[in-house]
């Protein structure tokens, strides 16, 4: 068998292509829009179990920019997550945490920083049974300790009927609880 070069060059591509493959996949969105442009790239790792999530939009009528990064890291329990998104007015909020794997669900933990400054504590779980039921929550409390708002969700099931309940709380003057949104141009 005769070994060109040519041949030889396309057995060394297809043995650096196996390695490569494992490595990062990324992916990017645009939109393009009468008020504003925005683009999102997400790259994956699944050899070390890290997400990232980046994106930017821009408002085509003033150029002003907002931006977000988002990045989860797998750990041996759950995954750990962080994001922070800067608005056209240059505030900028986070969220970080942690999920960690139960028996039949999950837990989450973490602190959000709003735009304003301030500081408030996230808690959440959730579970799933082998019939059907589940139950979640979350709670969402100040720098105090104090509980601002919570949410409490069970589904039952039973002959073949859907039971659902949910039960919301909040602190009186909390018009809806603080949450980390995508940013907008």
Known sequence: MFKTPLMIASL???????????????RT???EGDRFTATQTTTVNPETGTATRTGVAVNTANGKTATSIAV???TATGATVSVTQTGTQGRTRDL?????R???GSTFTGTATGRGG?????????????QGNSQASQSVTNSAGETIAARD????????????SINRTRAEGVSRPPRTRRPRG
């Open 102 to 104: 139960t028996e039949g």
């Open 72 to 74: 989860r890291q797998r």
């Open 153 to 164: 969700r069970v589904t039952t099931r039973a002959n073949g009927q859907v039971s659902t």
């Open 96 to 100: 970080r945490g942690e999920r960690v």
């Open 118 to 130: 301030k500081t408030y504590g996230l808690a959440g779980s959730r579970s799933r049974d082998g």
């Open 12 to 26: 060394a591509a297809i043995a650096l292509a196996a390695p490569l493959a494992a490595q990062d996949k990324s």
């Open 29 to 31: 969105k645009t939109y």
